[in-house]
């Protein structure tokens, strides 16, 4: 891996250190938005693997824009092609219908989007209340036709001004799924998750942002394959970002997630299966923005996934896959006018990939190599008054000299 390669790490240290007072994050909507553990992601965990180039694709296709918001009305997406039969999407949708008295109202949000268990969709519909100007109440649910995997979500968000917001949220999955569910399994902990994400921006140009995503054990009993799941996860993602001298803003983003699973026979004897399945994630992005109108950026991203054990029955194998990534990237704004403008950036990585498959011993990989992508995106506001902007993002893959795949976004607040 690339703990090994001392020259390498030398390098991204050093950059890391000249750039560690000049970051920015992007909203990262399913960092900061409430992510509960859904029973498919673990019981049945991924469906697909990655490849070499899986990350260096979703990082070209981040979303570029700030707004908006998670938790704020509007529309906002990123869709591109990955591989030749996949599609890294993300999707977020939320409107808020207000009564005549403007204190009571309808919300409803769909969401499509990917962790490391998988694609998952949500579509939450309920009501939100207000109280005075600072605090605001919501319960919703994410309905299904099988009462049994309903899941209930109820917020609280306080924002007594444009600097501070306090967002809080509990999430009971499959809430009735032993009662009401069409299945002979059933929970002996049902999942619930807890949220907290509290950001805010300082006169001084300093401004900062929390999210923590927690969901403690759950358990699962699932009678048809005679199976004992249990499981938990923690994701947590931050930033700090800082006005510097000339027009530049500098800052640092930060994610991770733990995720501990176990699986057993419900049957007893000593030859009764027994697995784990453990997964650690982290990352940052230190980078650099000038205010100018030619625009500059720039900075350094760093991945490591760590899994290992059983990857559920999806895969249907035990392994391990690790991963490091270290990724160089810069970019500037050209054509600038009212309404358009071209933000080209070239990102170079070095990516290190070991997967080992024991029940798929062909899809096994290891992959010690260098990458280079160019990322076109022209952005065109489609409407002046809200700001909303359409993104035309075609890429190119250096390293082999090809078309990278296309990436379209749209960014429109309500």
């Known amino acids: 891996m690339l703990a090994d390669k001392p020259a390498r790490f030398l390098i991204v240290g050093n950059m890391a250190w000249a750039l560690f007072l000049s970051a920015g994050a992007s909203a990262e909507s399913p960092w900061r938005d409430p992510h ?17 180039a899986s990350f260096i694709n979703r990082f070209s296709y981040r979303q570029l824009s700030d707004v908006p918001a998670p938790g704020e009305d509007g529309l906002s997406g990123t ?14 949708l939320q409107k808020t219908l207000y009564f005549d008295d403007d204190r009571y109202g309808i919300i409803a949000r769909v969401q499509r989007r990917e962790d490391f268990d998988g694609r998952f969709d949500r579509q939450l519909l309920g009501v939100v209340r207000r109280f005075g100007s600072d605090w605001q109440a919501v319960f919703s649910a994410d309905v299904s036709g099988d009462k049994g995997e309903v899941d209930f979500q109820y917020e609280a ?41 509290y950001q805010q921006q300082l006169a001084s140009g300093l401004g900062w942002d929390l999210a923590v995503n927690y969901s403690p054990h759950a358990q699962y009993e699932d009678h048809g394959n005679d199976l004992y799941i249990r499981g938990d996860q923690l994701r947590i993602a931050g930033s700090v970002r800082v006005d510097v001298t000339n027009g ?15 699986f057993r026979a419900l049957t007893s004897g000593d030859s009764a299966r027994r697995d784990i399945f ?9 980078s650099v923005r000038s205010g100018a109108a030619s625009e500059m950026h720039g900075g350094v991203h760093y991945l490591a996934l760590d899994e290992q054990g059983w990857f559920g029955s999806n895969l249907a194998s035990s ?31 070095a990516i290190d990939v070991d997967r080992q498959l024991e029940q798929q011993p062909w899809e096994n990989r290891r992959d010690d190599e260098w990458l280079a ?17 359409l993104t035309l993002n075609p890429t190119l893959d250096l390293d082999s000299l090809k078309f990278g795949g296309g990436n379209i976004q749209l960014h429109w607040p309500f």
């Open 373 to 389: 992508r160019l990322t076109l995106p022209w952005r065109y506001v489609v409407n002046q008054q809200s700001g909303a902007i």
């Open 36 to 52: 509960p553990q859904r029973l498919d992601g673990f019981v049945e965990g991924r469906e697909f693997l990655y490849n070499g």
């Open 79 to 92: 869709g591109g092609s990955i591989s030749g039969d996949e599609l890294y999407l993300e999707t977020n």
């Open 319 to 349: 392994g391990f896959h690790k991963r490091e990534e270290v990724l160089l990237f810069a970019g500037m704004t050209l054509a600038r006018s009212a309404s358009s403008w071209w933000e080209p950036t070239l990102s170079i990585g």
């Open 157 to 197: 968000t306080w924002h007594p001004d444009e600097s501070r917001t306090l967002r809080l949220a509990l999430i009971q999955v499959d809430r009735l799924y032993n009662n009401k569910g069409n299945s002979d399994n059933k929970y002996q902990r049902t999942p619930v998750t807890l949220f907290a994400h």
């Open 278 to 286: 453990d997964r650690e994630m982290h990352s940052f992005t230190l």
């Open 248 to 262: 530049w803003q500098a800052g640092l983003s930060f994610k991770m997630e733990s995720t501990g699973r176990e």
